[in-house]
């Protein structure tokens, strides 16, 4: 009788649980495979955030180039002058390069001449550059500001002004321009305008290279 | 003594370690070939770039422009393309010309120097090869890929036959291409970056030429 009752003690009984060791087990190894990867999804999230930023600058560098070299080839680019620069690029200062193209085609309204402005500094880095189309019969002359949008503002030796201490650290925007490069080479034309950042230091440039008076010459 | 009855619904210890093991093999797999696409993707950065594009369609312009167009295209021959500035080996001596070459064949009249603005725009631009070849650029490519180029005992770069392997052969669209050309450019890039010297790059385009 007394056997009786403790069999039917024990089919009340059942296997439906986890031993502590086995829970304990089962724990230790999920924890190794969220350590191990932890690391690696913490990298591609930087990776994902710096190709962001990378398609950003050859976007923005990309339709600048386009569009001064569409009115180089279509409008025949004949000469350059550098009107004036003027400041130094500081933590609360620019550096702005006025150049001015003349060309042999003229644009709607007759006009032979575009007037491109570079601000160059820490914060602030820009391009304008005038946008002139005709539309329904009336001409339009608008000056367009292509600005280098950063992200956000960083700590970086200040190279620009040589009386801070070696060493010391101003607010910069995290992509800027590097420098303005211009001249020309004989009867060929370069404007070199390096974008700079930490992650891709001076890879991406707006370069642009065009021969000067080419087709009014061809012509002659 | 009733028996007890085991439950079968759930996996041991070993059948979870076994799957765990096997799902990890298949993303190894998955990330294996992975990478090498992503490494494609950063490649072609370089290639058919809009700054070696524009460069290419001003030295186009140069070659159209000329007078003396047909008998730059006539380079081309029987071999289906031609190197501007290619090396030439004369026994032990090695004399390596610049793709200037293609300047000295352009013409001189009156006040346009079409020299001059070739000469000048290749010092600038930094272009190291000029190629034209056929629209069809199957032999070019073969040559490339074999490293038997006519022009020459020419060295090729691994970057350079990566660019020509990536390029399409335009076989589909020749027949309809008659009197078309291929111009293929090699641009150097000098790295400015001071903590990575000797890590200068460079950039490919291709145009058709008229």
Redesign the interface.
């Known amino acids: 009788m007394k056997n009786n009752k403790q069999l039917i003690t024990i089919n009340k009984l059942n296997n439906n649980g986890l031993t502590l060791i086995e829970l304990i087990l089962c724990f230790l190894i999920v924890s190794v495979i969220v350590i191990s990867l932890l690391n690696t999804v913490m990298n591609y999230k930087n990776k994902e955030q710096i190709e962001d930023l990378r398609s950003n600058i050859i976007s923005y560098k990309n339709q600048v180039t386009r569009i001064i070299e569409t009115d180089f080839i279509k409008n025949d680019i004949s000469s350059y002058k550098l009107v004036s620069t003027s400041g130094k690029a500081g933590e609360s200062s620019t550096e702005i390069w006025d150049i001015t193209f003349q060309f042999n085609k003229q644009f709607c309204g007759g006009i032979y001449q575009k007037n491109m402005k570079i601000v160059r500094g820490n914060k602030e880095n820009y391009i304008m550059y005038p946008d002139i189309f005709e539309r329904g019969g009336t001409c339009y002359n608008q000056n367009v500001k292509y600005d280098l949008l950063s992200t956000t503002n960083v700590l970086d030796v200040d190279v620009n002004d040589a009386t801070t201490a070696s060493g010391d650290k101003v607010e910069y925007s995290d992509i800027r321009f590097a420098y303005v490069y211009l001249k020309a080479y004989g009867n060929i034309f370069t404007l070199d305008i390096p974008i700079y950042h930490s992650d891709f230091g001076t890879n991406y440039h707006i370069r642009i290279i065009s021969p000067l008076n080419y087709l009014q010459s061809a012509k002659s | ?2 028996k ?1 009855r ?2 079968n619904k759930a996996f041991a ?1 070993v059948e ?2 076994i799957g ?1 093991l096997f799902v990890v093999a298949v993303f190894m797999v998955l990330f294996e070939n992975y990478y090498p696409i992503v490494g494609k993707y950063e490649r072609y ?1 370089n290639y058919d770039d ?2 070696s594009k ?2 290419v ?2 030295l186009r ?2 070659i159209e ?1 000329d007078p003396n167009k047909s008998s730059i295209i006539n380079k081309i021959g029987s071999t289906g393309y031609y190197l501007f500035g290619a090396t030439v080996q004369d026994g032990d001596i090695t004399t390596t010309a610049t793709p200037n070459e293609l300047c000295t064949l352009l013409s001189l009249q ?5 020299k ?2 070739c ?3 290749i ?3 930094k272009i190291t090869k000029i190629f034209l070849s056929d629209y069809n650029t199957t032999t070019f490519k073969n040559d490339v890929k074999k490293h038997t180029l006519v022009s020459g005992s020419e060295e090729i770069s691994r970057a350079f036959e990566l660019y020509v392997d990536y390029m399409p052969t335009f076989k589909n669209s020749a027949s309809s291409k008659s009197g078309y050309r291929r111009l293929i450019i090699e641009i150097k890039h000098e ?3 001071s ?2 010297e000797g890590t200068d790059y460079y950039t490919y385009a291709n145009i058709e030429v008229f």
């Open positions: 003594m009733k007890l085991n439950n210890l979870t370690l765990a950065e809009l700054e524009y460069i369609h001003y312009q140069m422009a009156g006040s346009f120097n079409n001059q603005y000469q000048n725009f010092d600038e631009a790295n400015n970056d903590s990575k």
